[in-house]
């Protein structure tokens, strides 16, 4: 994906993970601070990180941006 191209898998991950840390932080101040854009991108890191062929838990989303 162009997107990410350049960028080392280590990078790639950790975008993933503060993502995850950012939902985590909204789900235990009750706040909803991440929303749409974030889910989108978290996402296409996801299916980078697949088609990379590395490793990584998925995004626990809160119900509320659950499809």
């Known amino acids: 994906m162009a997107e990410f191209e350049g960028l ?3 990078f790639i ?3 993933y993970e503060f ?3 950012e939902v985590r932080a909204d789900v235990s101040s009750g706040t909803r601070l991440v929303g749409r ?3 989108d991108r978290a996402e296409r890191l996801l299916h ?3 088609r990379r062929g590395l490793h990584c838990r998925p995004i626990e989303w809160p119900a509320s941006e659950r499809e």
Do not use: K, V
């Open 8 to 10: 080392s898998d280590h």
């Open 13 to 15: 991950l950790r975008m």
């Open 19 to 21: 993502i995850r840390d």
């Open 37 to 39: 854009p974030a889910r």
């Open 48 to 50: 980078e990180i697949n």
